[in-house]
């Protein structure tokens, strides 16, 4: 009798579990790595789409900061992180394009992480001290063709995008100048400003509050298509150096083997929050632009971070760069 109740009761609760329903995903908060310090660019568009995920979700979305080694630490975490869509990291072009060609990489970009979205793009800007004799791009570039490495360029150190942006140029115009590292963009350009340096390329959100104030020239915008917030300023196209594009585009990656309908639904977020006015308002007032719908699915961040990988991993291999 004892063993017919002990079937029994086991019986009963292996029924009872059976009917509860699977865990419906997001149970718990969700943790957005940003690999960087707090108040940065790549941080800023990492808060504005975590809380715009919020909503949809029904889960608030936890941003943390760990940085170190040009973002290689904190991406490496999220690689290493459990499958299962509660850790996701926010890198751009340097995390997920050209640190792959600077540094001895522990995961793969391509293998090691399911693409979620694309988020935001800049289009950077070529300006100049304010007493650069040349005033347009072509005067520029002949400029510094009479001048040879007479001229130097800021950046924030060897292998960051604004180095590899002046290779790019170098290698496009055939021109020869120096770089000088700084600490991060602010200085670089309160280096520019003084007429310490010549020449930097850099983002709308660095540069704009000193062209509007005009104590630096802006050549040209490194895009096809002109800035909204500064319609004067040409193209590179326009301006005579076409295709000389470069930008800092954002996504979000989630590590290798996460379930397609976890992506799914990280995706379904990211695009509903960035469909919202008052979210393409905060991104614009930072000096980027939301990617068109189309262009928000994992398949369009798959295949623009390997166009970009094919574009920039060239032309860093042939200068010999590599991070210090």
Sequence with gaps: MKMLLLATALAVLL????????????????????PFPPGGPLDTIARITAEAMRAPLGQSVVVENVSGAAGTLGV??????????YTIV??????????????????????DFEPISLIATNSWLIVAKKDMPANDLKALIAW?????????????????????????????????????????????????????????????????????????????VAAASRLATAPDIPTVDEAGLPGFYVSSWSGLWAPKGTPKEVVAKL??????????????????????????????????????????????????????????
């Design 15 to 34: 029924g009872t579990i059976d009917d509860v329903p699977a865990q419906v995903y997001p149970s718990r908060p969700i943790t957005m790595v940003v």
């Design 76 to 85: 490496g975490r999220v690689a290493r992180a459990a499958a299962d869509g």
């Design 90 to 111: 926010a890198g751009f072009v340097g995390t997920h394009v050209i640190n792959g060609a600077t540094y001895t990489l522990r995961y793969d970009l391509l293998k």
């Design 144 to 220: 510094l063709k009479a001048n040879p490495d007479k001229a130097s360029q800021g950046t924030i150190g060897p292998g960051s995008p604004h180095h590899i942006a002046g290779v790019f140029f170098q290698k496009e115009t055939g021109t020869r100048f120096q770089f000088v590292p700084y600490r991060g963009a602010a200085p670089a350009m309160q280096a520019l400003v003084a007429g310490q340096i010549e020449l930097m390329i850099d983002s709308p959100t660095i540069v704009m509050p000193q062209v509007r104030g005009g104590t630096i020239k802006a050549y040209a």
């Design 267 to 324: 995706n379904a977020a990211v695009a509903g929050g960035l469909a919202d006015p008052a979210v393409r308002s905060r991104f614009a007032d930072n000096g980027m632009q939301v990617f068109p719908r189309e262009q928000q699915t994992p398949e369009a961040l798959r295949a623009h971070q390997k166009a970009e990988i094919e574009k920039w991993w060239p032309i860093i291999k042939e200068a010999g760069i590599r991070a210090e």
